[in-house]
């Protein structure tokens, strides 16, 4: 079964907007979110194959309402929880 990241032929999305953005980052937020994600790969915390399931084992309806850096950010939290280095629910606030 596809999760819902493998939208490939399905339709009813939206049209795509083609311009380049030029900004890696829209908020200060994001870069963190990213520089977060570096470092707790080059920590061997987790690899990019966990992080990558993470993302797209992210409920469908999560998936689809969060931004590109919300479902980075959804992932970290959960295999921080995962792997105990957090309390589940410690960053809930």
């Given at each position: 079964?596809?999760?819902?990241?493998?939208?490939?032929?399905?339709?009813?999305?939206?049209?795509?907007?083609?311009?380049?953005?030029?900004?890696?980052?829209h908020?200060?937020?994001?870069?963190?979110?990213?520089?977060?994600?570096?470092?707790?790969?080059?920590?061997?915390?987790?690899?990019?194959?966990?992080?990558?399931?993470?993302?797209?084992?992210?409920?469908?309806?999560?998936?689809?309402?969060?931004?590109?850096?919300?479902?980075?950010?959804?992932?970290?939290?959960?295999?921080?929880?995962?792997?105990?280095?957090?309390e589940?629910?410690?960053?809930?606030?």
């Amino acid at each position: 079964m596809a999760r819902i990241n493998d939208v490939g032929g399905m339709e009813g999305f939206g049209p795509i907007d083609p311009t380049d953005d030029t900004e890696p980052f829209h908020a200060d937020w994001e870069a963190r979110v990213f520089a977060l994600n570096r470092a707790l790969v080059a920590g061997n915390v987790f690899n990019l194959d966990e992080f990558r399931d993470a993302v797209e084992s992210m409920p469908p309806s999560d998936y689809l309402a969060a931004s590109y850096y919300e479902r980075w950010f959804h992932a970290i939290v959960a295999l921080l929880e995962a792997k105990g280095v957090i309390e589940a629910g410690e960053l809930d606030d």
